[in-house]
T-cell receptor, first 112, second 115 residues
């Protein structure tokens, strides 16, 4: 079956620091990969996605590259802000959206 | 209204009460979902409806009863809940099949507290 493994949090960074949140996966077939973000008191929002190997998804300064050889989709941002404090979820599907598999989420706390 | 809306945003109920959570999607999608999000636990998929038919029920206790009267509306009826049912309940929708791009769109959630 499909599964997603994320690094455990919380991740605490100072503002303007470099961010990496690791995500690896196992999947049957060729998955589409997603990062969702959940700000405090809100639901999940799609942050970025990649649908095939070597694709790079990007949004709001965040990037993630679909690495088939290492089965990874690590989330990166060059300079985090306090407003980036949230929980980040890696997810994949090998079929339709109804088969979306989520990781456990990684909490990011950015301080001044 | 745009996207996925949920009401109420907050709900406090006793164990003997009956209440319902409502979700509405304004995206023209054909699939809807209920998730439970508890502190320090993974996101739990509870129910999936595709084309108004329930296609997945992940061993959810019968005190949770979903209803999908049409493709835009989804309800979660609650009765005789337990304190451990306190959580954030998230609704999501997606376009499955042809035209779908694999992502789900989430509502803001209902924060449920069972006393």
């Amino acid at each position: 079956g499909n599964s997603v493994t994320q690094m455990e949090g919380p991740v605490t960074l100072s503002e303007e620091a470099f961010l990496t949140i690791n995500c690896t996966y196992t999947a049957t077939g060729y998955p589409s990969l997603f990062w969702y973000v959940q700000y405090p008191g809100e639901g999940l929002q799609l942050l970025l996605k990649a649908t095939k190997a070597d694709d790079k998804g990007s949004n709001k300064g965040f990037e993630a590259t679909y690495r088939k050889e290492t089965t990874s989709f690590h989330l990166e941002k060059g300079s985090v802000q306090v407003s980036d404090s949230a929980v980040y979820f890696c997810a994949l599907t090998t079929g339709t959206a109804s088969k979306l598999t989520f990781g456990t989420g990684t909490r990011l706390q950015v301080t001044l | 209204e745009t996207g996925v809306t949920q009401t109420p945003r907050h709900l406090v109920m006793g164990m003997t009460n009956k209440k319902s959570l409502k979700c509405e999607q304004h995206l023209g999608h054909n699939a809807m979902y209920w998730y439970k999000q508890s502190a320090k636990k993974p996101l739990e998929l509870m129910f999936v409806y595709s084309l108004e038919e329930r296609v997945e029920n992940n061993s959810v206790p019968s005190r949770f009863s979903p209803e999908c009267p049409n493709s835009s509306h989804l309800f979660l009826h609650l009765h005789t809940l337990q304190p451990e049912d306190s959580a954030l309940y998230l609704c999501a929708s997606s376009q499955d099949g042809t035209g779908g791009r694999g992502e789900q769109f989430f509502g803001p959630g209902t924060r449920l507290t069972v006393l």
